[in-house]
């Protein structure tokens, strides 16, 4: 595999932290996701997310073919992916960023129905589908739980 590919796959060596390198791999998304708040231009998410999830297809699949192993552990740039759909066009501060991040690896982890299913799909297509949704479900529970906390103030 070419170096740029398995740097890119493992988020600049993340992913070769031996014990929950998904977990690293997400919290190492966290100062991007600060950055990308406090810059005043929830917008930038997008094309952050559309980089991420390409820069996944183009790495992960090889890297998965590489390692002769179905989504290999040292893959997270999915993570990065998936978590910066979590916190997009969240209100900058530490609830959305706890909530985002908890509620991320919660999907991520346990793989409720439709995740387990689109991580099936075939190579890099799996491997990110499966953190995008998880991004978009603990984005959506994040904005649940915060307009709930705001309702009970």
């Known amino acids: 595999?070419?170096?740029?590919?398995r740097i890119v796959a493992t988020?600049?060596?993340?992913?070769?932290?031996p014990i929950a390198p998904g977990t690293f791999g997400t919290?190492?998304?966290?100062?991007?996701?600060?950055l990308l708040w406090w810059s005043g231009?929830?917008?930038?998410?997008?094309?952050a997310?559309?980089?991420?999830?390409l820069l996944g297809l183009w790495s992960a699949g090889q890297t998965e073919r590489d390692f002769g192993e179905v989504d290999p552990g040292c893959v997270v740039i999915d993570e990065v992916a998936g978590m910066l759909l979590a916190a997009a066009a969240l209100p900058p501060g530490w609830p959305s960023l706890l909530l985002a991040f908890a509620f991320f690896r919660?999907?991520?982890?346990?793989?409720?129905w439709p995740i387990r299913r689109v991580e099936r799909?075939?190579?890099?297509?799996?491997?990110?589908a499966d953190d995008l949704l998880a991004g978009l479900l603990a984005?959506?529970?994040s904005r649940l739980t915060l307009a709930a906390m705001e309702a009970l103030r």
């Open 1 to 5: 595999m070419s170096r740029p590919r």
């Open 11 to 17: 988020a600049l060596g993340v992913g070769r932290i």
């Open 27 to 34: 919290l190492a998304t966290l100062p991007l996701v600060a």
């Open 41 to 47: 231009r929830p917008l930038l998410f997008l094309p």
């Open 49 to 53: 997310v559309l980089l991420a999830t």
């Open 106 to 112: 919660l999907f991520d982890v346990t793989k409720p």
């Open 121 to 128: 799909w075939p190579g890099a297509w799996g491997i990110m």
């Open 139 to 141: 984005h959506l529970a």
